[in-house]
């Protein structure tokens, strides 16, 4: 499922994945330049803008992560999403 967030200053942002409880990493639509954490807490959300390595990274560590829990279908996912973010 994709899910797309709007951004106060960059417009809309895409889904790459979840990075923590209550922690998701999103990038904007169109360029997948700009990356942000975006926290969620009972105040609302909170934006933590990342370089490209860093959220490189995040995702890699996702990726390993759903690897040994054997979530294949969200392995899958993911994987086609960091392709075509990060290669």
Request: proline letters at 3%; a positive charge.
């Amino acid at each position: 499922m994709e899910t797309y967030l709007n951004h106060p200053t960059f417009g809309l942002l895409f889904r790459v994945c979840m990075v923590e409880e209550n922690q998701e990493l999103f990038t904007t639509l169109y360029a997948h330049r700009l990356f942000f954490v975006v926290k969620t807490s009972p105040n609302g959300l909170g934006f933590e803008p990342i370089g490209r390595s860093d959220a490189r990274h995040l995702v890699e560590n996702r990726l390993r992560l759903l690897r040994r829990m054997g979530l294949s279908k969200d392995l899958e996912q993911l994987q086609l999403i960091h392709r075509r973010t990060f290669q």
